[in-house]
């Protein structure tokens, strides 16, 4: 039914609109060619995976009837790499979320896809993003949910990034792809900086700057 790979080997695969492409098309494609990751959730099943991301990936999961996916992943490091996550709701009642806070430094050149399909009625999906970029750290992040004809279903997904740096970039992608009436979906996404205003209630309860940047920042990470 999905024939991921190949879509990956189509022209302009890795060009996204907004005038932005992916630089790691090459290094992606060997991933490719050796058929990235795969993993099959069995029915009834509740897996969970947590990834540090450090370099590039490919990942493809199948979820059974009443099954239940975790993806877990987070960086708080200088990476260069591109990451996307596939995760196929082929059951019903499938669940399945994946949930990333990173923290990009330096010269960060980050690209990340989250794509949920759903197939099957009554599955439920949630995306939940948190970046934070400084330095010259630059992340394109899309993400997706696409639902299929005459399903129920309930997706949401949510990005939100903090950008610390005159340097530091995001390119931001959305998107949903629905084909049925009768599901419930959501997406947002917010791109922010810290103001003074934020900043001066820790300031006035005794924190110097930059411990009240560090305060708001880690409590932007939280998820």
């Known amino acids: 039914m999905f024939d991921i ?17 992916s630089p790691f098309s090459e290094e992606f494609l060997g991933i490719i060619a050796k058929g990235g990751e795969v993993i ?12 540090n991301l450090s370099q590039s990936k490919l990942l493809i999961v199948y979820v059974g009837e009443g099954a ?18 596939h995760i ?4 019903r009642g499938a669940k399945a979320s994946i949930t990333s806070s990173y923290d990009f430094v330096g010269e960060s050149e ?12 009554h599955t439920v999906s949630k995306i939940d993003v948190r970046g934070v970029l400084k ?24 990005a939100s ?8 970039r995001v390119d931001a992608i959305p998107s949903l792809d629905i084909a049925s009436n009768d599901v419930r979906c959501s997406h947002s996404l917010s791109i922010k900086d810290i103001s003074r205003d934020e900043l001066f209630y820790p300031m006035s309860r005794g924190l ?12 932007f990470l939280e998820i």
């Open 5 to 21: 790979l190949n879509e990956y080997k189509k022209p302009n695969a890795f060009k996204y609109g907004l005038k932005i492409a």
């Open 135 to 158: 330095d010259k750290a630059h992340i394109i992040y899309r993400s997706d949910i696409a639902m299929g004809k005459d399903i129920e279903a309930k997706g949401e997904e949510s």
């Open 40 to 51: 099959e959730v069995a029915p009834n099943e509740t897996k969970k995976l947590e990834n």
């Open 110 to 121: 980050v690209d990340v896809y989250h794509k949920v399909y759903h197939t099957a009625s």
């Open 68 to 85: 239940t996916f975790e993806y877990v992943e987070s960086s708080k490091d200088q990476v260069v790499g591109k990451n996307d996550i």
């Open 88 to 91: 196929i709701l082929a059951g």
């Open 161 to 168: 990034f903090l950008i610390l740096s005159e340097e530091a």
């Open 208 to 219: 110097d700057e930059e411990n009240s940047y560090k305060l708001l920042v880690d409590g």
